[in-house]
């Protein structure tokens, strides 16, 4: 059966459609593919990185893509993958939207994703997701949602701490907080190695 394509050349039924998380991670690895082949020089490519990253409707990332890709018609047929290869095997992408699908998670948006939880292990309690989240949470989307959801909690755990010694239960509770803390860096720090997304427990989430 046929589909609508994420982005096509005309505008979308409803452009003001919030992008999801797997929209936005297509297009950055599009732009790093035309950034590798010439395509865009540098500036180009961080330009278009940071409204990928801060793009919230379909109408943010149409522009971001028409002029790698031209138009596109408005319905698409998946085509099959090729003879002994699989889905997801390393000689096939699937295409999604009439572009080609964002591959896996390399090895750098891990170790990023990792460190973002894990830095505050060695002192860094809020400045070491800070500092992923402005750099490396740049250009991989990956790195960014670690380093979002690290910097949240260790925010919220700050603010713990200096508001539940006003009570007599709060000064016990708060080397439990600390103790939970260290534990569910290190579960965040393994989760991203592995490839996958962390949602720490308890935590008020003010940076988006």
Known sequence: MAATPSWSGRMPAHPDLRVTNNDRDQVVEHVKAAYAEGRLDKFEMDERLH??????????????MDDLYGPRAAAYVPPAPPP?????????R?????YPAAGPVDGGDRVGGAAAHLLTLCGLFVIGPLIML??????????RRHAVESLNFHLTVLGATVLLPIT???VVLVPFLWVLGFV?????GVS????????????????K
């Open 51 to 64: 409204q990928a990253m801060t793009a919230r409707t379909h109408a943010d990332l149409i522009p971001i």
């Open 84 to 92: 002994g290869h699989h889905m997801r095997g390393a000689g096939y």
């Open 134 to 143: 402005l750099t490396a949470g740049r250009t991989s989307s990956f790195i």
């Open 168 to 170: 007599v239960i709060g």
């Open 192 to 207: 991203a190695i592995t490839g996958g997304d962390f949602r720490y427990p308890l935590t008020v989430r003010l940076v």
């Open 94 to 98: 699937q295409r999604v939207g009439g």
């Open 184 to 188: 569910l860096a290190v579960v965040g």
